[in-house]
């Protein structure tokens, strides 16, 4: 099955086809013209779609311009990191990984400025955007996209302040002994974002030769064929082997890692919430921990990466408990979720969340269709709010809480700062 790409364009294996060419897939968010209602299609026979329970004719509704998933459309959309320099940071995705500036938002009332960058197919249509200049046109293509982006935050006099460094998740009391010890935090969170790329060991050597520091070359330690770069404030960059599809991008941005204190409380968060979905799953018994792969994917997006997988196991639906390559064939960044088993016993064992100090990581973040519902239904099936779409002084934004504590920042796809900030 075909994806269905940002503007309504088809894109399979980065080649685009014009919305409407292709009909409807069980899957596709959509709006009934007629209403303005949303909803997903759960069934399809080439000339009528059946939308949540009623029956209608394809011409009577349209795709919307986005993906999103479960009851609050929503998709994956941000890493907030604190950096110390903006003129330091955005370029060195931008040179190294092929990341594009897509939107800033300053707020001098407040002393930041937030930097977003996709790593956006070739081709992929985005709206011009520098460093000195963006617009309400890069506001609307971010709320509304499909990708996901690293939210890059840059707290004004950091990049002069010499006193300035972040936490990049990965030393802490719990580390053990060794060069990631540390009295503070007790217990790590945050740990790395991931780029997948065909050649890890090629990656590598191109990078280092750019000038980019590596906390791991491929060759090093146990684990071979895995490498992680260091960013310019000292944030682990996983590299990744991806299967060979002849996708002509080197990069695709394709993890975040959160330690969990709690993996089924936490997978049973993100899927039932926020709609993603389970990829893979992987028991360490010997070392107690596991590992979890969630992406936000539509089943249409689901079925293509089954259809790609090498190994080809999926022909009774997809397994997150059988072996798999579906991160490995996927654009789609997952949120890898890593848990210590045992944790989730101890009522003294509390994550780092990456907002009291040693800060670095701030939050990851999803865009919905309708901030104030979806809210008020995680709110009702449990879910804690450190902010409601009502409060503070920024409308159109929510925080909620995940099992370990972890903000989650939901963003309504209507949302706008201008006139609030100070650049657009």
């Not at 330690?221 to 991806?242: H, N, Q, S």
């Not at 920024?394 to 809480?401: D, I, P, Q, S, T």
Request: proline content about 6%; glycine content about 10%; some cysteine.
């Amino acid at each position: 099955m075909p994806i269905r790409g940002l503007g309504g364009w088809w894109v399979l294996l980065g080649v685009g086809f014009p919305a409407g060419t292709m009909g409807f897939l069980a899957g596709d968010n959509v709006r009934v013209k007629a209403s303005g209602a949303l909803g997903t299609v759960k069934e399809s026979n080439g000339h009528a779609v059946k939308v949540d329970g009623a029956w209608l004719h394809q011409e009577e509704v349209e795709h919307l311009p986005y993906m999103g998933s479960g009851p609050c459309h929503a998709r994956f959309q941000q890493t907030m990191l604190r950096i110390k320099d903006p003129k330091v940071s955005v370029p060195f995705y931008e040179k190294h990984f092929g990341m594009k500036l897509v939107h800033w938002i300053e707020f001098p009332q407040w002393k930041f400025t937030v930097y977003f960058l996709e790593r956006p197919r070739d081709g992929q249509k985005v709206p011009e955007c520098t460093l000195q200049k963006t617009s309400v046109e890069n506001e609307r293509y971010l709320w509304t996209m499909s990708g996901s982006t690293l939210e890059l935050t840059h707290n004004h006099g950091a990049e002069s302040d010499a006193s300035f460094k972040v936490w990049n998740g990965n030393t802490g009391r719990d580390a053990g002994e060794g060069p990631n010890f540390a009295e503070e935090p007790a217990a790590r969170g945050f740990g790395h974002i991931a780029f997948n790329c065909d050649d890890v060991y090629a990656a590598s050597a191109k990078l280092e030769q750019a000038g980019v520091k590596f906390q791991k070359k491929p060759d090093e330690g146990r684990m071979k064929g895995l490498a992680f770069a260091l960013d310019p404030d000292g944030y682990w960059i996983e590299l990744v082997r991806r299967e060979n599809l002849g996708w002509p991008e080197q990069f695709n941005l394709s993890q975040t890692m959160l330690r969990v204190k709690d993996g089924p409380a936490s997978v049973e968060f993100y899927t039932k919430h926020l709609g993603m979905t389970l990829l893979r799953k992987l028991d360490f018994p010997q070392w107690k921990f596991s590992l979890f792969f969630l992406a936000s994917m539509t089943p249409a997006e689901v079925a293509e990466c089954c259809s790609l997988d090498p190994e080809n196991k999926h022909s009774s639906g997809l397994n997150p408990d059988t072996p798999n390559a579906l991160t490995k064939v996927a654009w789609n960044q997952c949120l890898e979720l890593t848990w210590n088993h045992g944790t989730e016993k101890d009522p003294d064992f509390k994550i780092h969340d990456g907002n009291a100090q040693p800060q670095g990581f701030g939050h990851i973040g999803f865009l919905v269709d309708d901030l104030e519902t979806s809210c008020a239904k995680m709110e009702q099936d449990g879910v804690v709010f450190k902010k409601r779409p009502q409060d503070g002084n920024m409308r159109g934004l929510a925080f909620a809480y995940d099992p370990s504590g972890y903000w989650i920042e939901l963003i309504d796809r209507k949302a706008t700062f201008s006139g609030i900030c100070s650049n657009y």
